[in-house]
């Protein structure tokens, strides 16, 4: 029997999102995306060997880069692809309702899965700017599905006042979820069906069939369910089976260690969650 | 738009960015941190250009540059920061936080399709997302409807015809032919839908060989061309040079500190007080920079050690 290995929350979560993907679709990360940008490559070197992979706005298909950068536009994602296409195409693609998957973010989320990666306060009188959406307002009503995810759903205290990341409501809708302040999903007529799992730092969450609201589905080893519900602003559904998820193979281990050697998966996280070590 | 025959079209980049003024709409090409037309963006701010409105997609340095340079008065770029690398873009933030410049933020599929209405000659286009958002909210000029033929909803977006596009290529010709590598994010967009196209490249090559290498962009699509080596530095024009971490994060330092600092420690030391590229070159760091940036064609281990840096 082999020796046991100790990973960290940063692979951990990486894999979590990599399964996400499914073999034989077509998947595109976005801007500030280093976790979507391993967990692709990860997927596509493993389990989903016939994805289709757009590595980042440089639009390569199917690249074979020789480390991960921090930056998605650079020369280093367009090493070792099969072609080049311009980024408009996989809009296109997306909005014929041929883009299987891609990955999105917020500042706020809330419980159908909206995301604020705009502004909190209002256009003429903005309290804090955030950088923008770039294509999530398109890609989240385009996108046949999508992953949401977030390294900071653990809130954090200021004073006596929390701050929450999943929240009862977002200041400003970028990204659209399944019930918009517009109107639910099938009401707009949008092209997609929305996120349907959503990774964090605690927890993997779907959506609930009925009330398109998020549903704890797994727990790290070292998360609660009472963890997961303190840091939520909203009372998140559990489901009735909710468990521990499943660990990597060490072959998933060793290929992103492989594929990341400068450790772009860890640059989202605050400080302290990066020394949550596990045992497979 | 616009269709330019002239048979010599180089000009200095004092007269290329005389040729832009005041409130302009201007596209700003390249991306994040990648081929954007920095050298052009620094002659602006010592010609004390004022409320331009910038246009583009996914971008960083360029826009948050612009802002601290205070010569933009409206953003309307889909996403601005420095990623993951640096995280949030201090100027940028700031000219949004204190009322500076107007908030126009896009999305990127929407800004596609309205520069694609205008390279189509068409008023308006329709697009099948934005509904459910709150991006609506900074458009009042998208038109919600229902499709007449289908009846489903779908919004209109007006044709987006910017004043003028500023590029930065690998290689151009004095008759504007340009050869501009991959990735091209949405430069070509940029070219066929904007009415001036100003140019800013490495190297001006022959027309003899670059008709040879088959331009990206045909001459008469180009309204200027301005020799300008090293001319997207701190960001990268490969294969000549990688970005610059290093001075990206100097940059950084003094954006963070504020606005005061920020003019002070980079706009007086790298925009007001260089007279020449060459100064310029020199101040950045000049050969053994240079070299330095070009060394990720040495390989994954040089090519890793331009991102370590600090």
Known sequence: MSERLEVGIDELFVVNVARTIMDRTTVFHGVSSPIPMVAMYLAKLTHAKDMVYFGGVSSAVDPNPPFLPPTTNDWVMIQGRTAMVTVDKIFDLAQRGELDRSFFSGAQIDKHGNQNVSMIGTPEKCKIKFPGGAGGCNLSGDCVNYTIWTTRHRAQKKGDRKFFTLVNKCDFVTNVGHVTPYGRREELDLVGNGPDWVVTELGVFDFDEKTKSMRLRYLYPDTTVNEVIDNTEFEPIVHPEVRVMDMPTREQIDIIRKIDPLGVRKLEYPEQELSRRFMI | ?310
């Not at chain 2, 001319?231 to 990268?236: I, K, Q, Y």
């Not at chain 2, 790298?270 to 070159?281: F, L, N, Q, R």
Request: charged residues 25%; hydrophobic residues 40%; aromatic residues 10%.
């Open chain 2, 1 to 310: 738009m616009g269709v330019f025959i002239d048979r010599n079209k180089l000009v200095t980049m004092d007269k290329a960015a005389s040729m832009i003024k005041d409130e302009d709409m201007v596209a700003v090409g390249g991306g994040l941190c990648m081929r954007e037309p920095i050298a052009l963006l620094r002659e602006l701010m010592r010609q004390g250009r004022n409320d331009l409105h910038l246009v583009g997609t996914a971008h960083g340095f360029d826009v948050d540059f612009a802002c601290g340079g205070g010569i933009v008065g409206a953003v309307q770029e889909t996403h601005v920061s420095f990623e993951q690398d640096f995280g949030l873009a201090p100027n940028y933030r700031r000219a949004c936080e204190t009322g500076r410049v107007k908030i126009r933020e896009n999305c990127c599929n929407t800004i596609i399709m309205q520069l694609r209405a205008s390279e189509f000659g068409i008023p308006f286009i329709p697009v099948r997302s934005i509904k459910g958002s709150d991006e609506i909210k900074l458009h009042p000029e998208f038109k919600p409807m229902v499709d007449p033929f289908t009846g489903k909803k779908i919004v209109l977006v007006p044709a987006l015809s910017p004043d003028v596009a500023i590029i930065h290529a690998q290689k151009a010709d004095i008759h504007g032919n340009l050869k501009i590598m991959p990735p091209y994010v949405a430069d070509v967009l940029f070219i066929r839908a904007s009415n001036k196209v100003i140019v800013t490249a490495e190297e001006i090559i022959p027309e003899k060989q670059m008709i040879e290498e088959g331009p990206t962009i045909p001459y008469y699509e180009t309204t200027a061309v301005v020799e300008a080596p090293f001319g997207a530095h701190p960001t990268s024009c490969y294969p000549y040079y990688a970005y610059d971490r290093e001075h990206i994060s100097e940059y950084m330092k003094s954006a963070r500190e504020g606005a005061e600092a920020f003019r002070e420690k980079y706009l007086d030391k790298y925009v007001y007080g260089v007279k020449s590229p060459e100064e310029y070159m020199d101040k950045v760091g000049g050969k053994a920079k240079r070299d330095r940036l070009a060394s990720w064609k040495e390989g994954r281990e040089s090519w890793m050690e331009l991102f370590s840096y600090e």
